[in-house]
């Protein structure tokens, strides 16, 4: 019998059209995770003071709500959803006291109305960032906000993931701080009566370093209103209703104060100028004498020539 022979022939597969234009999302989905990545890595340095800034003062809300005995959910409710900060301090004796949706209203906005003024000067700096927009206005905190409105992103980094994840790391380090100082105050050891004094704590220390960066008696005319504003409510209104008509005469006080206020931040910085001028001028004489004392004993006459003393 003759041997048979069979010749398998596998046909060769051309590629498609198909191929191709899966070909090519592949490598621009992976150039757009590369340009998110390269953005996360960009703003990931500037997120470091500002995620401390933000993470310490949450974990102490997060304690002050568990003394205050509320469950869990509420912590990552609130830090997550409302996000303004003090306010959620202020939020805690909102809901432990009678409902009044109207002061909480104008205690909020008293609070917080600066975001206003936030928002109208970065419509230009979020312009064309798409879907990212309604995110980047409800994460636009105070650290936020000084990151976003001051660095220059560089060119080749995306400008919208990089604001994106400045705004993204500032809002869960607030949530994770929330959370777990909720979880800690679960398990310490001592009691976590009076933890609520962190929030005045915080703002005595930011009134505190305001009180510093002013050298003058005119300088602290700021504080000293607040100060004898909050004295004259708490004696006319008494400990328990005094805060809405102190923020409300405190607004009204510094409004009608604004021209005299400006004009005295002008003349500060002015003064300002002038001491560092007078700085620069005493130390530019300094070295002068210095290199006149250390040119030697020799001197010259009036023709050159060196004369020794």
Not at 19 to 40: I, Q, S, T
Request: charged share 20%; hydrophobic share 50%.
């Amino acid at each position: 019998m003759n041997p048979t022979f069979v010749i398998i022939v596998k046909p060769v597969r051309v590629p498609q059209a198909a191929d191709n234009f899966k070909l090519h999302e592949f490598e621009r989905m992976g150039a757009k995770v590369g340009r998110r990545f390269h953005a996360f890595r960009v703003a990931l340095p500037y997120t470091f003071p500002t995620w401390a800034g933000l993470f310490f003062p949450a974990l102490s809300y997060g304690l002050l709500m568990f003394s205050k005995g509320f469950p869990i959910i509420y912590p990552i409710c609130m830090s997550a959803l409302i996000f303004a900060g003090s306010m959620e301090f202020v939020t805690i004796d909102l809901l432990l006291s009678a409902f009044n949706p109207l002061v909480a209203f104008i205690m909020t906005l008293m609070v917080n109305g600066r975001h206003i003024f936030y928002g109208l000067s970065m419509l230009d700096t979020y312009r064309g960032t798409g879907w990212k927009k309604p995110f980047l206005i409800f994460g636009m905190c105070d650290e936020t906000f000084a990151v976003n409105s001051s660095v220059k992103v560089p060119e080749d980094t995306d400008r919208g993931w990089f604001m994106l994840w400045i705004t993204l790391i500032n809002w869960s380090s607030w949530v994770a701080g929330a959370t777990l100082g909720w979880l800690v105050g679960g398990v310490l050891p001592f009691s976590t009566k009076g933890v609520e004094f962190a929030m005045t704590a915080m703002f005595f220390a930011i009134v505190l370093d305001e009180w510093d960066e002013s050298h003058s008696l005119k300088g602290h005319t700021p504080a000293m209103v607040g100060v004898l504003v909050s004295l004259i409510c708490l004696i006319v209104f008494g400990p328990k209703n005094f805060m809405l008509p102190t923020l409300l005469v405190m607004l009204l006080a510094f409004v009608l104060l604004r021209p005299y206020l400006t004009e005295l931040k002008d003349k500060g910085d002015g003064l300002s100028d002038d001491i560092e001028a007078a700085q620069e001028s005493s130390t530019e004489g300094t070295d002068l004498r210095s290199k006149t004392n250390n040119s030697g004993d020799d001197d010259q006459d009036i023709d050159g020539k060196p004369v020794k003393r």
